[in-house]
């Protein structure tokens, strides 16, 4: 039986292997046909119309043409804002939102910390006495509290001004805090990198200062999924760095500015493609999310974001777990819904940091309601800093 099991993993190690392969030739491929556009043609927005394609021959001056000091276009084809003037970003905390235009590079790193502390039954409070006794369950333990702490450091480069590639490397720090029947409470931490993220934006469709970009991504399973605390057990799915699979997701982002003020929207999904090497698969998420930002002063600006999450429960299930002993271990109690506000600020450095961002969001859930028991998620905050050239 043994085995059979090793060659079941190692038949799941090569599969994610040979998904990783894919992914990367599909995004490789997709880098090219955005640079098979032909060099001669560029886009020029048509007053009230949407960006229409002209030749450089028809889109150079003649010789008779008088110079002017105007500043030129924007390259996505909108009015160049003033100096200081530009429309507020999208708030950090959104995925892709921003694709390189008119910059070749972009170097972020953000900083993220999750609190999540006391459980949820649906949508009610449930202490860990009634979990115990009330649902007659007879759990050994039950979750506490969870801090996750992420840096991520993000590379983007733009090799056509229709192509984004981005690379992202997570490292993770999880403490997990657990009250045992008896009372005591008990700490297990894990760190180390995450499952480094893969990811292509393309424009999409864009009128006047309306626009909008798609992205597709692919997460290498570089994380780790079967960390052990000290005696050699098994920590729970939320103390994992990864889920060992290759995880597909899209999206589909839309921006549109006026003067001091931009809006947008967001879909977001993500799917594990297959089972891990411990015979499950994690649930997919779906994100949706609304926001409106408005500048402040030069170069500040104040943004509010509602955001809707999905998450679905684990297909399988890790067979070290035991459902009934801790319900951080049921894979079937990982689901849920959540509705969060979150308000956030951007930073455009000036003058010789021209091109630099600091930015921050506080994300709170309004509402939530989970498959439990499970923790209940009380905040995130996410600050980082962009230097795009």
Known sequence: MRTRRSERAAGRTGAGRGWAVVAAGLIAAIALVGQAEPDGAVERAAPGDGATRTSAAEAAPSASTSTSTTAPPAPNGTPPAKPGHAAPPSPIGARFAEPLEGQRMRIRYQWRRSKSQGLLLADRDARPGYVRDGLFVDYAETPRALDVTTHTVEVAYAPHPRTTLILQVPFLVKDLETLEASGDRR??????????TL?????????????????IAFDVPSGGFRKHDEAGRRLPYDSQLGNGTVDFEWGWTYRGERDGLSWGGQAVGRHPLGQNGLDYREGSRFEASLWSGVRIIDGLSASLRVQWQKQNNL?????????IADPAENGKARGGTRFLLGPGLAWDLPGVLRGQRLAVELAVPVHQNLDGPQLEQDWTLTTGWQWAY
């Open 199 to 215: 990811g292509l934006v393309v424009p999409f469709i864009r009128r006047g200062r309306e626009s909008s970009h798609v992205h």
């Open 187 to 196: 700490r297990d931490q894990t760190e180390g990198i995450g499952d480094v």
């Open 315 to 323: 297909s399988g299930r890790d067979r070290g777990f035991d459902p």
